[in-house]
């Protein structure tokens, strides 16, 4: 095999096994057909599933429990803890399954559908609790889905191609940001639509994927120690000292994730307080359109230029350093912004330009040192997804106290939380550049 592009007359609209070989040496180069289907599932993904934190979601807990908005931290929490606990299980379980269709290509189609039937179970639930349920459920189905898509990157890229696929992956999570809550926003006022038109689009946009983006059978494959269940707790977790690449960047991307949650769960609710006179979400709905599609340009820009740039330049960890003093600026910025709009736009929109610039760069990272890539690749990527889902689940539930601090009546106190968010996102950003050193 050769580094050279696959020709487009080879792919003809199906896009065909890459190379899954064991060696960076030996991946050729993806085609742009595969790039684009990747990157469209990533969108219709994301749409899905970040327009209910960015925006449904509130909707609804302000609507079944007005005075104690608070619970929307747990809502997310516990299920980001269910979430970490699936995502490697799911991922040794794609790993060594057997089917005509491939490893990963059922994991996809399957946790699409599952995706959009909880949706619909929030749209429907007349009380927290079963709203809470409805979330896990949406939760475990598209971030199996979304898992999918990193797994397929880690069978298939080569190293010269990861910080640009990385690049414009997170652009397409920024544009789906912004597509999921102005789709949601359009929607306010019907319950159902507001979950199931991004979730429609999910669907959609990841059958293309599993249909289009063909996988060899895995009926041959053979796994010469079987999973019992003592092994299959022992690779829930790893030994860092066997893999401390893996391991710092682990750390740096629980705690950058830390600050990221921490700054995004209660921005809606956070922005209302200073621009809504009554702190409706429902009343700002436009402003959040705008302050989304204001931010994506940003997070975009960041992306873009750091996922290029690291793969021109053959450096990573400085980019994620840079992401990590951007975010922090910017979120001290909202946090002493008082109530003046321009000031709070230009501190999201820095948040916003971090946050890009990370998602790509760090992502990149992830596939550079990780471990046993042909043989073991679900399982960890499943445990990279700890630092998602663990920071997703504690954060909100440590700000809710955090947000009860210094205030009185129905008063929330956003702004410590988002100078929580700027010390996490400063020190990950940190320990990646000291000490990753499989990753320039």
Known sequence: MTNNETPAAEVAGLIADDALSGSDVLRPRVSAGYIWLLILATVGGFAALVAPIGLSLSLRVQELAPDNVEVLGYVIGIAAAITAIAGPLTGMWSDRTRSRFGRRRPFAFFGAIIGVLGLGFIAAAPSIPLLMVGWV???????????????????????????????????????????????????????????????????????LFVLLVKEPSSLDRVHEQKLGLRKVLGNMVFDPRKHPDFAWNWLGRLLFNFGVTFATTFTTLFFASRLSEGGRVADIGGLITILALLGVVATAGGAMLGGFLSDKLKRRRIFVLLAGIAFTVGAIIMATGGSVTAVLITGSIITSLGLGVFSAVDQAIVLDVLPDRDADAGRFIGINGYATSIAQAVAPIIAVPLLLIGVAGSDKNYALVLLVAAACTLVGGTLVMIFVRGSK
């Open 137 to 207: 459920i949406t939760a475990l189905g598209w971030n199996t889905a979304l898992n999918v898509l990193m797994l397929s990157q880690a069978d298939r890229l080569p190293e010269e191609q990861r910080g640009k696929v990385a690049g414009l992956s997170g652009v397409a999570q920024m544009i789906a940001s912004v597509m999921g809550v102005g789709l949601a926003s359009a929607f306010i006022g019907n319950n159902f639509l507001v979950f199931l038109v991004p979730g429609a689009l999910g669907l959609i946009l990841f059958l």
